[in-house]
């Protein structure tokens, strides 16, 4: 069967092709209730992993948790060996992420599963090679992989496609999830789509709104996160998470029960539940702590709608994401950017519904992405003394969605080296090149040992140096060296350098 994947910071969300329609996957909890998501959740039960509804059951039972392993994957430090803890264990991070994935097929009906899957638009290249390969461990075959907010693009034009004309035709899709917030500015002619711009905050999402509500009840029961054992203070964000997503815009207060500082966090339920204090919070309050919040996406958001006159193209401001049903959301997008405004009938679907639509070869939907981010590379001059940057590509750079563009991907550099070896640092960023350095979110997302010395061009004389430890000298006369770097569909960068006079190569997949 064909699906989009949402693998989202909080909840997983699958639709299926199915004839031109693009239902979601119900999955049942341990109770047999459906829902339209998995949590994407772990927990250490007995001394394995469970994931998903059963590690949901499991952390009620104080088996101790791991969530939002997406904040994870996105960390700049996040390499290929990076490994999360949970509870006394520490596990890879991707065999944890491929154990949840390989949780989610099982509950999939049997057969092969074709996915288009998804990363928030910035994301560097491990992100986007740990997630690809930890849903082919998992046993999908990864058709494709597309920035989340373009996928909530095909959603919009699927479903909105009245609103799109030829003068106005591009789309603001303003995706808050739980962990994160990205803006994409999507231009469409009804099937095709061009991704014009994005924007977006790393580490903004709905849950910041459940900590946010936390602090507020503590406040109101005069304790501090510090008094409340882990496990007391995340039942405190659950229940949190629970009274922020049953808010209507016709909500007054907010009752909570604050566990207390004697509540042990141990394993049977109900100790220390005595010591717990009620609190209730006029709504209002809530509300006027979460609007810088909320004013931050609305900023951020603000350069890609640009002026909303009778020339505008902007069609629509499209709010999806399950953070985008938070009722202060539409009322400030509302208030800033008036009635083109529209929220996805399925804020939390809408992703995993455009990754669908992807998926489906009928649909006709084709899409032209950006990297999203930029790339670069850090050389040594000087022996080693200083280092120089270099912008390979930015942000605008367009993915290779076809034969037609492939050649605006790859960037090469020639020059004579000279030093006797070379020590290349590939860094990716979110913010643009100041001072001739980097900024924004900074990855590091590989490096490579080249010598241009002829004599250690030989196997195995670099591969397992450490870097740090080599020292360079200069060296005359040095070979003429070629450097290439290619972009694939999925955003991932590669890199070959070469040494043109003795035809010495080599090569790596940064992420990998
Ligand atoms: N009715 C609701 N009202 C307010 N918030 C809600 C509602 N339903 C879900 N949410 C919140 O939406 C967030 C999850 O949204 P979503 O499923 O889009 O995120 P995600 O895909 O898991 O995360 P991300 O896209 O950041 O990786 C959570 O913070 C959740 O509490
Ligand atoms: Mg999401």
């Known amino acids: 069967m064909r699906l989009g994947i949402d693998l989202g910071t909080t909840r997983t969300i699958v639709a299926h092709v199915d004839r031109g329609n693009y239902p979601l996957v119900t999955f049942d909890d341990l109770d047999g209730d459906p829902h339209d998501y998995v ?61 949840f994935l390989s949780s989610v097929r099982e509950e999939l009906p049997a057969g092969d599963h074709e996915a288009v899957v998804a990363v928030p638009a910035h994301s560097h290249s491990v992100q986007r090679f740990l997630t690809l390969e930890a849903f082919r461990r998992a ?37 808050l999830g739980g962990g994160t917030f990205d803006a994409s500015l999507v231009e469409s002619d009804g099937v095709g789509h061009t991704v014009l ?29 510090d008094d409340l054992r882990t496990r007391a203070l995340d039942d405190l964000r659950e229940q949190c998470r629970a009274a922020k997503e049953s808010l209507t815009p016709q909500t007054r207060k907010i009752v909570l029960d604050v566990p207390g500082a004697a509540d042990t966090g141990g394993s049977d339920a109900g100790d220390g539940a005595d010591d717990s204090t009620t609190v209730v919070l006029p709504v209002a309050d809530y509300y006027d702590a979460a609007r810088p919040l909320v004013r931050r996406t609305v900023e951020t958001t603000e350069p890609l709608v640009g002026e909303l006159g009778e020339d505008s193209s902007v069609a629509g401001i499209y709010l999806v994401g399950g953070g985008s049903a938070f009722p202060l959301v539409p009322r400030m997008l509302r208030e800033r950017f008036g009635r083109r405004v529209h929220r996805s009938p399925y804020p939390g679907g809408s992703t995993a519904i455009g990754l669908a639509i992807a998926a489906d070869p009928e649909s006709g939907f084709t899409l032209t992405d950006r990297l999203s981010r930029g790339f670069g590379v850090f050389r040594e001059r000087d022996e080693g003394r200083a280092l120089a940057f270099d912008r390979i590509f930015a942000s605008d750079v367009r993915l290779p969605s076809g034969p037609s563009n492939a050649e605006a991907t790859v960037v090469t550099r020639r020059y004579r080296a ?50 740090a430890t080599v020292t360079v000298h200069r060296r005359p006369d040095g070979p003429l060296v070629e450097e290439t770097y290619t972009v694939d569909a999925d955003g991932i960068v590669s890199v070959r350098i070469s040494d043109l006079d003795t035809g010495y190569t080599r090569s790596l997949d940064l992420g990998a």
């Open 139 to 175: 046993g999908f075959t990864v058709t494709a992989m597309v920035n989340e907010p373009s996928a909530a693009g095909f959603e919009y034009s699927h479903r909105q496609g009245r609103t799109l004309n030829s003068k106005r035709n591009r789309i603001v899709v303003y995706d």
């Open 197 to 225: 711009d994005t924007a977006g905050l790393n580490r903004l999402g709905g849950d910041d709104l459940d900590h946010l509500l936390a602090d507020l009840a503590l406040d109101a029961a005069g304790r501090t996160a």
């Open 418 to 467: 000279a030093h006797d070896i070379g020590w290349f640092r590939f860094v990716e960023f979110t913010g643009d090149v100041a001072g001739g350095e980097p900024t924004g979110d900074l990855a590091p997302v590989g490096e490579m040992l080249f010598p241009f010395d002829p004599a250690l061009q030989t196997d195995g004389a670099v591969e397992g140096l450490d870097p």
């Open 39 to 99: 949590p994407s959740i772990s927990a250490l039960q007995d001394g394995r992993l469970v994931h998903g509804f059963a590690a949901e059951a499991a952390a009620r039972q104080g088996a101790p948790v791991l969530r939002s392993v997406k904040r994870v994957l996105g960390d700049p430090t996040t390499h290929p060996g990076t490994t999360v803890a949970v509870g006394d264990r520490e596990f890879p991070l991707l065999e944890v992420l491929a154990g």
